[in-house]
């Protein structure tokens, strides 16, 4: 079975900084997939950004990256420029291939972007 | 339709009775998929389809929990006699094949068992 986990329940930056959210998973698998994403306070769930374990390329979408460190099983994502609507539940997800798309979810870590 | 779509958004129920949970995926979305996040938590995988065929449902917690999708489309998840500990927000999600693809979810229904 697999386990995701994210070390930091909490944080905070100031707006327009940087911050790094951590996640560590466990899996014996070669092959898969691993996501981020982000529940606002509305409790909506959106993708931020998505890697596949293939690629050794970071994944980026605007000021959103990852580090991905297959061989440590980390899966770090990176914000820059932090916005005040970038405070949200932060979730990291980790999916199997050839396994019907099933996620399995870290705890969370709660990120407050402060004015 | 456009995103995925739940109903109801919420709901309050007594104990011992029994609900259901509608859901609506994306058009055209071959897969779907239900989980439950309790307050604080990351979702928990319940169950999913693939059409109409209900492939895995291992985590489903017991018996009083039951899932259907009979015309491969709108998914039912119900849940009989429930009781306090079932209170929790349940997500539904769907996706356009089952491998690979990036999964959407709905807003979700939020239960209280009072």
């Known amino acids: 079975a697999q386990t995701v986990t994210q070390s930091q329940p909490e944080m905070s930056v100031q707006e327009a900084e940087t911050v790094t959210l951590s996640c560590t998973y466990d899996?014996?698998?070669?092959?898969?997939?691993l996501f981020w994403y982000k529940q606002p306070p509305s409790r909506q769930m959106i993708l931020v950004i998505r890697?596949?374990?293939?690629?050794?390329q970071n994944a980026t979408e605007n000021r959103f990256s990852v580090n991905f460190q297959k061989a440590a099983k980390s899966f770090s994502l990176k914000i820059s420029d932090s916005q005040l609507g970038d405070t949200a539940m932060y979730f990291c997800?980790?999916?199997?291939?050839?396994?019907?798309?099933?996620?399995?979810f870290g705890g969370g870590t709660r990120l407050m972007v402060k004015p | 339709g456009a995103g995925v779509s739940q109903s109801p958004r919420y709901k309050v129920t007594k104990r011992g009775q029994d609900v259901a949970l509608r859901c609506d995926p994306i058009?055209?979305?071959?897969?779907l998929y239900w989980y439950r996040q309790a307050l604080g938590q990351g979702p928990e995988f319940l169950t999913y389809?693939?059409?109409?065929?209900?492939?895995?449902k291992s985590g489903l917690p017991n018996d009083r929990f039951s899932a259907e999708r009979p015309e491969g489309s709108i998914s039912t998840l119900t849940i009989q006699r429930t009781e306090q500990r079932d209170s929790a927000m349940y997500r539904c999600?769907?996706?356009?094949?089952?491998?690979?693809?990036?999964?959407?979810f709905g807003e979700g229904s939020w239960l209280t068992v009072v």
């Open positions: 890697q596949e374990a293939y690629k050794q």
């Open positions: 999600a769907s996706s356009f094949s089952q491998s690979g693809n990036t999964i959407y």
């Open positions: 389809f693939n059409y109409e065929a209900q492939q895995d």
């Open positions: 997800a980790f999916m199997k291939t050839n396994a019907g798309n099933m996620l399995t």
């Open positions: 058009s055209g979305h071959v897969s």
């Open positions: 899996t014996s698998e070669n092959n898969y997939y």
